[in-house]
Every structure is written in structure tokens, then in C-alpha cells.
């Protein structure tokens, strides 16, 4: 590596020339600032987007090259700098073929800056770049106010696929766009101790960040206008269309060991780490500063298709990271991050048939391969019978690996028609293979003729969606009114698949697979104890739980905006749904924004939304082992269709409803703009996963159940805040900017609906906690920056509120009763005080090709408060809540333009 890297610098540095820096504003016709609009220096991959005033700063090659200027609903610019530094652009209006409209409109003449709803539009590859982040939760957790998503651990699949979430509501809450399109989500259902337990979302790490151009935020229920899932928000990923050039990088990065002091004093010997000793080591045994090394080498690539504004646009990225070992009991010595190693490609493309017609296509392919630990098994001698004697004389702990696959492809044809309305018909098609291999483990019933990895199968979800869309804007109508409907049938397939026989089978005294539990007697201990079946760590699935079920829906909307006025703006969509497996819904949105004065603008909206429950909500189905009071508990998670959920009263799962308002405003005079809004969010009958039922009468060869069900209505309200301040000095060489960006949530459980059973029993303060979680009280974000020609200082101070979970205390012995639970909780409440994490990079351009950035995130090295009784649900000092457990991370990034 470091040869390539002495080669690279040979080459950039003998062709190069120092870089010059050109600034400037882009505005509409009318003045008002475009956000997100792209700056490109012509024939390079060289570009910045505009920032929220619309202000831009961009190092060229030189004063002599041409700049391209684009942006959604506007006619693009080619200016020839001709020695100028400081460049200021007026767009004009009209639709370009091939734009993506921004999300939350269906309207090519809407800007973020004039939509009705809150839009934040980030510029992806600038975070990047200047922050260190490699992976888009991360980048949107501290750069989105109201997303939040962090690092699992001891969770099962959600160690490898990170639950997020927008103002607090579930992961499968969030609509994700790629394009405007909708993106497939994930097999995985979160189960095990995680956030956003019973949902699934999509895997936003599966898009590489190389490949982005921007990321648009959509923080307002849009139901009525893209469907099901869009109940907290939209999130819109627009992929790069650079035409010309190289861009890419090198980055490495590692994270501190050091977790500060009194933990020796407070664990004394119980402290571990996975090879059973008392300090934080390194996989093979040394001790280690650093750990979770982590490499990324990212590369995009575009090329002009024809002489008509034709693109293609191919990005690759490559990620490793190694995993994180922190503090842990006996029983969790694998405590902290899994390790990743990845590869994700895409393609953006069009090309243009006459000039009213274009052919577009994009998509891609991800593979990761992760390695988390599963809690550990103590010896047999120290009375734990999963442990085989003769494989695992000290105890053993299984690791949980897994190939995750994701492809997608999306293509279409767009036309404008004579008469001026546009048409785009489109089918994307997207896939999510989630395969498990367990290893270091071993099938305890089978005795020492088990063996140590099992391939314990997996599950997939495909989707389908094929889409035409009809617009057109009036000019002559007020002030302007664009119209639009459409239709979109979608198909999904989920399936589990199963594993091989040792993953999942309990053996006999004879070493044969029990099919017949009246004739074959399970194997047993010393102690005459049955003896666990199936791979420790995780249960692979058996050919019971084998499934493979579609379903089918067919929406159409229709969707209008009228500008009544100059400064008055009023839209509505209305949307019907039908589904094949569950009935049919209607929706509607109402949007209006009123400008007071030019600087000040009032904005508001409200809508209906729903959620079709997920197939994997519908179907999931695993019989494992749970630990619980020190005993191995065979429990079934029944599937929703299953016999077994209907006798316990538990009805087939319908839609989630919700009910949306949103109040805000938007200021700008001079350098400073801030957008406040407020929200109100009701969402019924949300598909939870509920606790642990008695089910040892039932005869379904478990003693315990659980299942899917309807089971709370929740109302969260809240508000976001996001205050920029920018400055440009020295004659617009030099630029100063400052920010906050903050959100504060509530959420409440109105209804636990329980039905006949027990209100405890089925969705108790554990799982409660777990649900709130992922609506923390607070997190704000304080930002600041300066940046001259070649140098530039970034420092960011993220601010957490206090977090309350209840731990593993509620599990072991469950409470039923209010009684019994006012006394748990006192004992079984764990706070993480409020924290505070900064981050830190400086960046310099060693020549206008070659970018150098070195930082740190959360350099202070903050955790979250440490919880020393034991009693966490992940195992460790700490669950994974604010900036999780990982500590101090420093990385060094070499950058590359040509």
C-alpha cells in the first residue's frame, strides 16, 4: 500500500498546479437562494453542491476553466470563469430531462428551499471527505437532526444491518428513494435486544457514499404521495451524473482502546474480554492501543454518453473494518462491534433519444461479510451443558457470521410530450439476501461429534415496482400549478431458507436427528439433563420454519400544487392502495406555505399515513433457546399466520394508521437562515414484537412463546431546529460558517393492546424502553467551519440527551403485575447521563488532485455512563445509545480529483 500510495504522489505532484478558489450565490429569477444546487468545474469530477443560503465555495484548477451550473426545474449554465474568482448565478426556470425531482413534490419546479414540508438537503461526499464517516448511517446520524441510528451489538442480524430511524418512530417507518425510486429494504427483522425490535428497515450501508451526490431528508409524513412506509419521513439518495473525471480516496482509521478509568476498581475480576483475560487485547492475545482498524478505498468515474448531455457514472467502494473489544462480564467476553469487510458497486446512466425522450438506468450490487460475537457459554464444569467437554473444555464463544447481498436495478424512459405534460415509466427491481454462518460454536446434543460451524440458513425479501407518472406544470394558471397522477403495482417475495441439519436439530441418545420425539429419546448430560440442541449463538432455521410468500399492490395518486399566489403556495395529494393479502387503504396530504416577507416564511402541513405490515412480520418463524433466570428456555416465535398465534387471541396483523400536522417557519437576512418546525405524529396499531408468553401446555415442543402483533398506539411530538450562519472573507477566498441543527422528541404509549392478555406479559417496561429508545429526549448538533484556498478546519460537538433503559433484570424475572413491576423498576432502571462527543478534521490540498484530511471522531474518547451491576441487556459497560461504545475513533484520508 504504501508503494501505490509513493507512486500516486509522484505522479499528481509532477502534474500539478495550485489550486485557485472561486465562491459565489446561486438564486432563482426572483432572488431567493437554490439549496443543493451543483457547482462543476467542466470536464473533472471536480464539484461541490450550494450550500442552505445557496452560497458555494469551490477549489479549480485554474481561473481560465469553465464552470456547469444544474439544478432541479432549472435551465443549466456553462459560465467561463475568465479570471474571475467570484461567480454569482440566476437561474432560470424549466424542466431539464433527466433531473430527479426533490422529494416531498412532484413538481420539477419545486426547490427544497419553497416546499411546504421540512427538506434537508447534505452533501454526502463533503462529509465524507472532511469527517472520516464511511458509512451513510453514520453520516446522517450526526448530520440529519432527527435521525438516529447506532452500532449494535450482542443483537443478532441487527449487529450487521444497523436499525435507523427518523424522529423517533420504527426503522421500516422511513420511505428510502434512490432516484426518486423506491429502494427494496432488508430480510432482516430486528428480534434480539436491538432498537427498533420487530421491524425491518432497509440497509442504507448497502449504497456506497462515493457514489451520492446529494441526500435529501424529508422530515414529514408523505404517505398520500409515495405509499406505504413513508409514515416519519422520506429519505431521497440522488446518485452522482458526473460526466468527466476521477474522484476517489484512500482512508484509514482506528479506534482507542483506552475506556478510561475505574473499572478494574468496579469489576475487579469479573472483567473480560473474549480469550478470558483481564484487559482489552487484540484477537491474538497483545495487548492493543488501537482496534477496529478500518480501510476504505472508494472510486468514482463518469463519462459523457454522445454529444447530448448522455452520462454514465460508475463508483466502487471497498470496506474493511475490523472489529472492537471492550469491557464485558464472563458472559459476554465478545463485547463490541462486529467486523465488516464490504464491497458495494454502482451505475448511474442516461441517455437521451431526440431531445424529448431519455433512457435511464441505475442500480447495483453490495456483499458484506461480517463477524460479530454471540454471548459466551461457560464451561460444563462450571454447570453450563452447552458446552461440549471434549470441544470446548473452558467455555467457548460462537461467533455470528453472516453474507449479506444486496442487488437493484431501476430502469425507464422519460418523455415530455408535445402538449408539455412529462411522462416516466419505470421498474426497478431490488433484492436482500441475508445468509448466517455460525462459528465457534457447537450442537451440544450431538456430544463431540458435533462440529464447530454450521451453515444455519437465512432469509431474502425481492421486490418489484413498476411505476408511470404524469406531470405537467401551467404557467398560466395563478401563478403557477403543476399537476400529476400516476399508477405503480408492486410484487415483494419473502422467504426463509433453511440450514443444514446440525444448526437446528436436537439428537438422540444415538446421535440421530429426533423426528419422532414418542420413539427417540434426546441425549442427555452426566446429570441427566437434556442437552441443548442446535449451533450456540444463533439457531440456524429448519425446514419447519421454511417459508416463501408474495404478495401484490396496486396505488394510484393524484398529486397538485398552485402557487396562488407570488407568496402563497397551497398543495394536496390523495393516494389508494390495495393489497393482496390485507385490503385496501386511502390517504391524503395537505400542504400550504405562506411567504410573511422575503425573509420570513410560514409553512404547514398535514396528512394521513400508513404502514402495510412487512412479510417478514407476517411470516418470520424461529424455535431457539433463550436464556432466562440461568436456564436455557425453548422458546417459538410463531408466525403471525400460525395456529399457534390465533390461541392466544392475537389477530392477523393489519395496516399501522397515523395522523401527521406539522407548524414551522423559515428565516433568511443576510448570511443567516433557520427553519424551526414542530411536529405531531399519531400512529395506531404499530406492529411490535411482543414478550414472552407460557406456552409449555400448548404441546408445540417450546415452553415459551412470542409473537407479532398490533399491540400500541404511540403519539410523538417534537421539534426540529436548524440555524446556519455563513460568511464569506477575503474577498471570497475564505468563508466562515456556524450551525446548530437539533431535535427534541417525545414519545408516548397511549394504548398497549393487550387484549385478554396479560398487559406485562405481553408488552412490558422492557420492550416499552426499548420502543422509547429510539425517540431520545434530545440531540443537537453545534457545527463549525472555515475554509480558505487550499486549508480547511471542520469542527463539529454533538450533544446527547439522557437515555433511560430498563435491563436484562426485567427478563430474568418478569414481572406481572403493576406491583411487581413499580418494584423492578426500581432496581432494573439503567441512565446514561447526558454525553457529549466532538469531532475534529483538518483538511489541506497538497496540489489541485491530491487532498490530504486527518481528524478524529469523539476525540474527547466519551462513553456512554457505565453501568457496573451486570445487568446490561447487550452484556457490556454500556448498551448502544448515543455515540455508542467504541470510544475515540482517528483516521487520515487521501483524496484524488483529476
Known sequence: MRNVLLFCLALIVGTTLSAQTISGTITDSKGEALIGAS???????????????????????????????????????????????????????????????????????????????????????????????????????????????????????????????????????????????????????????????????????????????????????????????AIAGVINIVLKDV?????????????????????????????????????????????????????????????????????????????????????????????????????NFMVNAAMPLGNNTELYAFGGRSFRDTDAFAFSRSSFADGDNRAVPSIHPDGFTPRITSNIGDASVSAGIRHEMDNGWNVDFNNTYGKNDFHYFIRGTNNASLGSASATEFDAGGHSLAMNTTGLDFSKFYED???????????????????????????????????????????????????????????????????????????SNLGAYLDAEINVSEAFLLGGAVRYEKYSDFGETFNYKLGARYKVADPFTLRATVSSGFRAPSLAQLHYNLLFNNIVAGRSLRTLLASNTSTVTRAFGIDELKQETAFNASLGFTLKAGGLTATVDAYSIDVNDRVILTDVFDASSLNVGAEAAQFFANGVDTRTRGLDVVLNYKQFIGGGEESFNVGIAGN????????????????????????????????????????????????????????????????????????????????????????????????????????????????????????????????????????????GSDGMYLFGRLGIKF
Request: aromatic share 10%.
Open 243 to 343: 460526466t468527466d473525471g476521477v474522484s476517489g480516496g484512500l482512508t484509514y482509521g482506528a479506534y482507542s482502546t483506552n475506556v478510561g478509568e475505574g473499572f478494574e476498581e468496579e469489576y475487579g475480576d469479573a472483567l473480560f474480554n473474549v480469550d478470558g483475560t483481564n484487559r482489552v487485547l487484540d484477537p491474538d492475545g497483545e495487548d492493543a492501543a488501537w482496534d477496529g482498524q478500518t480501510r476504505r478505498i472508494d472510486l468514482n468515474y463518469g463519462i459523457s454518453l454522445g454529444d447530448d448531455g448522455g452520462y454514465a457514472n460508475f463508483t466502487a467502494e471497498y470496506l474493511s473494518r475490523e472489529r472492537t473489544l471492550r469491557p464485558g462480564f464472563s458472559w459476554r467476553k465478545g463485547y463490541g462491534t462486529p467486523a465488516v469487510d464490504g464491497f
Open 477 to 551: 394558471v395563478a401563478s403557477g400549478f403543476n399537476l400529476a397522477f400516476g399508477l405503480e403495482y408492486r410484487t415483494e417475495d419473502f422467504a426463509i431458507f433453511a440450514g443444514e441439519e446440525g444448526s437446528y436439530a436436537t439428537y438422540d441418545q444415538n446421535g440421530v436427528a429426533i423426528t419422532n420425539p414418542a420413539v427417540q429419546d434426546p441425549a442427555v448430560d452426566s446429570n441427566g439433563d437434556v442437552l441443548p440442541n442446535g449451533s450456540q449463538g444463533f439457531p440456524g432455521y429448519s425446514p419447519a420454519n421454511a417459508v416463501d410468500k408474495g404478495r
Open 744 to 883: 427534541f422528541n417525545d414519545l408516548e404509549v397511549k394504548e398497549i393492546k393487550n387484549g385478554d392478555l396479560n398487559e406485562f406479559t405481553f408488552f412490558g417496561p422492557f420492550s416499552q424502553a426499548y420502543l422509547e429508545a429510539a425517540a431520545p429526549p434530545f440531540k443537537v448538533v453545534f457545527l463549525a467551519g472555515y475554509n480558505a484556498a487550499k486549508f480547511d478546519v471542520n469542527v463539529q460537538l454533538t450533544q446527547f440527551s439522557a437515555v433511560e433503559l430498563q435491563d436484562f433484570q426485567w427478563v430474568d424475572s418478569p414481572a406481572t403485575n403493576k406491583a411487581e413491576a413499580d418494584a423492578l423498576r426500581e432496581v432494573a432502571t439503567d441512565t446514561y447521563d447526558a454525553a457529549m462527543s466532538l469531532d475534529l478534521s483538518v483538511g489541506y490540498d497538497i496540489t489541485k488532485n491530491l487532498r490530504l484530511t486527518v481528524g478524529g471522531n469523539n476525540i474527547l474518547n466519551a462513553y456512554p455512563t457505565p453501568q457496573f451491576d451486570g445487568w446490561t441487556d447487550q452484556g457490556g459497560f454500556n448498551d448502544s445509545v448515543q455515540m
Open 39 to 229: 457547482i462543476q468545474e467542466k470536464g473533472t469530477a471536480n464539484g461541490t453542491v450550494s450550500d442552505y443560503d445557496g452560497s458555494y465555495q469551490l477549489n479549480v484548477s485554474s481561473t481560465d476553466a469553465t464552470i456547469v451550473i444544474s439544478y432541479t426545474g432549472y435551465n443549466s449554465q456553462e459560465i467561463a470563469l475568465a479570471g474571475r474568482t467570484n461567480l454569482d448565478v440566476i437561474l432560470s426556470e424549466g424542466v431539464n430531462l433527466g433531473e430527479v425531482q426533490v422529494v416531498g413534490s412532484r413538481s420539477y419546479r419545486r426547490s427544497a428551499t419553497d416546499s411546504p414540508a421540512p427538506i434537508d438537503v447534505i452533501d454526502v461526499s463533503d462529509i465524507a471527505s472532511s469527517l472520516g464517516k464511511t458509512e451513510i448511517n453514520d453520516i446522517l446520524q450526526y448530520a440529519a437532526p432527527s435521525f438516529n441510528a447506532s452500532k449494535q451489538t450482542g443483537s443478532d442480524g441487527a449487529d450487521h444491518v444497523v436499525p435507523a430511524s427518523l424522529r423517533g418512530l420504527g426503522p421500516d417507518q422511513t420511505l428510502v428513494l434512490i432516484n426518486g425510486k423506491r429502494r427494496h429494504q432488508s430480510s432482516l427483522v430486528n428480534v434480539f435486544g436491538t432498537r427498533g425490535r420487530g421491524n425491518s428497515g432497509t440497509d442504507l450501508n448497502a449504497i456506497p457514499a462515493a457514489a451520492i451526490k446529494r441526500i435529501e431528508v424529508l422530515r414529514d409524513g408523505a404517505s398520500a404521495q409515495y405509499g406505504s412506509d
